[in-house]
């Protein structure tokens, strides 16, 4: 059994557009509140009718709420995302095949920074910062069995540690990211200010990935989506953004 996990908090303005596509996917994930979020998601969460709790983290980040999953969901795997973040259809039937195995207790996927075109179409980053030594972009260990792993909540973390033997998906497998979409400009360079905060240069140091906009296009090599999936519901998101 595999259940699919968004922790959350202040995403009232956007996450009802990424329960939507869960649904398209026929996927209920179990949402955790933070319990300091201080906008209407927990309205929203009602309105929507899906599964949710909230726990309260001891540290400003998701990392910090990740060892609360198994006190709060019976499964036997579970694929963890972020409130900015959807599994694409083939991570969603591959997960479901790679649950059966009792060898691995952690598994990895690509995640792709996504962006919206000013015509209209995706593409995403390949900028030399996400080249994975595994050999995917971005590589985040997301997939993992809750009774099996040692949790941490230390930045840019899993959550937990990765054991070796951990795999990696096929590329195909990948997290769609939509924080470009969703947020603005100041608002990410924000989150950047609120990273270094917590960490010595937890943020800067990734401020390419953070505001594509402040460094060369073409560091980022984008490249063209190949598939449509995520179209209507990336330009969905993107209107959400005032």
């Known amino acids: 059994m595999i259940k699919f996990v968004v922790i959350t908090k202040n995403s009232a303005r956007w ?10 996917l026929g996927v209920e994930p179990f949402i955790i ?11 929203l969460l009602r309105q929507k009718g ?22 709060l969901v019976r499964s036997d795997w579970v694929i963890r995302l972020d409130d900015d973040e959807l599994p694409a259809g083939w991570l969603c039937a591959w997960a479901a095949l790679q649950a059966r ?7 990895g996927f690509e995640r792709r920074c996504i962006r919206l075109r000013s015509d209209g179409q995706l593409d995403y980053s390949n900028h030399p910062l996400i080249v994975s030594p595994e ?18 909540s230390d930045i840019h973390t899993p ?40 960490a010595p240069l937890a943020g800067t140091r990734f401020g390419a990935l953070k505001v594509w906009e ?14 449509q999936e995520f179209d209507e519901t990336a330009a969905e998101l993107a209107r959400t953004v005032s």
């Not at 996450?15 to 398209?24: E, K, N, P, S, T």
């Not at 195995?101 to 598994?107: F, K, N, P, S, W």
Request: avoid cysteine; hydrophobic fraction near 40%; glycine fraction near 4%.
């Open 214 to 227: 402040d460094v060369d296009e073409q560091d980022h090599r984008f490249a063209p989506m190949e598939r």
């Open 159 to 198: 959550g937990f540690y990765v054991p070796k033997g951990s795999i990696i998906a096929p590329r195909r497998a990948y997290i769609a990211h939509f924080s470009w979409l969703i947020r603005s400009v100041l608002e990410r360079r924000q989150q950047i200010d609120d990273y270094d905060g917590q």
């Open 135 to 152: 050999g995917v972009l971005d590589a985040q260990w997301r997939m993992f069995r809750p009774d099996k792993v040692q949790f941490r």
């Open 101 to 107: 195995r009792t060898d691995v207790i952690v598994v």
């Open 50 to 71: 899906v599964d949710y709790a909230k726990a309260r983290a001891d540290a400003p980040r998701v990392e910090a709420l990740v060892k609360s999953i198994p006190l």
């Open 15 to 24: 996450f009802g557009v990424i329960l939507d596509h869960y649904r398209l």
């Open 33 to 43: 509140l933070d319990d300091t979020s201080q906008d209407q998601t927990e309205l």
